[in-house]
């Protein structure tokens, strides 16, 4: 199965909102609404930042929201801080009784 | 808080079999409510689904890597094990282990740090 579809980086300025997309097809994010995001930070493990496509976990903080439309699912972070500085990574379910990564995000704040 | 750790040997011979183990504290494997999954993130890229299984030993496995991968639960020593067979560089990676709720929902939380795993003779 192939990696979902990310762009490799998106940069914005502090206070700016940015959006990553995660493209797959029909028979993994457009078929189910069971995509979640991650943060990754250098050397560190994937932290959860939304799941169920729009929902937050406790402790996230609501700068971050997800979306989707067809086969591609959004992450947006509004109000960019130096902290969101990472990398993204989105998953989907698959219809072949599995899990796809998306191919990850560098996230740059300007 | 639920953590999770993995353990196992840093360096593997080309052809030879993986072996990690995932080590549960904070709570237990034995839930009912979750699957215990592997993932990998070779250096430099991206991350891959390896498989996952519950306290029962129900397990599902990533269609590209079944045929060389097994994984088994402890529930005694809240622990849940990774093998993969035959392998070569392409199989180098950072080996994560993390919770997630049972397919088709898809997400993983939390996560263990991460274990490096080099292939090389």
């Known amino acids: 199965q192939s990696a979902l579809t990310q762009p490799v980086s998106v940069s914005g300025s502090p206070g700016q909102s940015i959006t990553i997309s995660c493209t797959g097809t029909?028979?993994?994010?457009?078929?189910?609404?069971?995509v979640s995001w991650y943060q990754q930070h250098p050397g560190k493990a994937p932290k959860l930042m939304i799941y169920?496509?729009?929902k937050r976990p406790s402790g996230v903080s609501n700068r971050f929201s997800g979306s989707k439309s067809g086969n591609t699912a959004s992450l947006t972070i509004s109000g960019l801080q130096a902290e969101d500085e990472a990398d993204y990574y989105c998953?989907?379910?698959?219809?072949?009784?599995?899990?796809?990564f998306g191919s990850g995000t560098k996230v740059t704040v300007l | 808080q639920l953590q999770l750790q993995e353990s196992g040997p840093g360096l593997v011979k080309p052809s030879e079999t993986l072996s990690l183990t995932c080590t549960v504290s904070g709570g237990s494997i034995s839930s009912s409510s979750y699957y215990w999954g592997w993932i990998r993130q070779p250096p430099e890229k991206g991350l891959e689904w390896i498989g996952s299984?519950?306290?029962?030993?129900?397990?599902y496995y990533n269609p590209s890597l079944k045929s060389r991968v097994t994984i088994s639960v402890d529930t005694s020593k809240n622990q849940f094990s990774l093998k993969l067979r035959s392998v070569t560089a392409a199989d180098t990676a950072v080996y994560h282990c993390?919770?997630?709720?049972?397919?088709?929902?898809?997400?993983?939380?939390?996560w263990g740090q991460g274990t490096l795993v080099t292939v090389s003779s």
């Open positions: 169920d496509v729009t």
């Open positions: 029909s028979s993994d994010v457009g078929g189910y609404n069971y």
């Open positions: 299984i519950n306290y029962s030993g129900s397990t």
């Open positions: 993390a919770r997630h709720v049972p397919i088709p929902a898809a997400y993983f939380d939390p």
């Open positions: 998953t989907s379910y698959t219809n072949k009784i599995s899990y796809v």
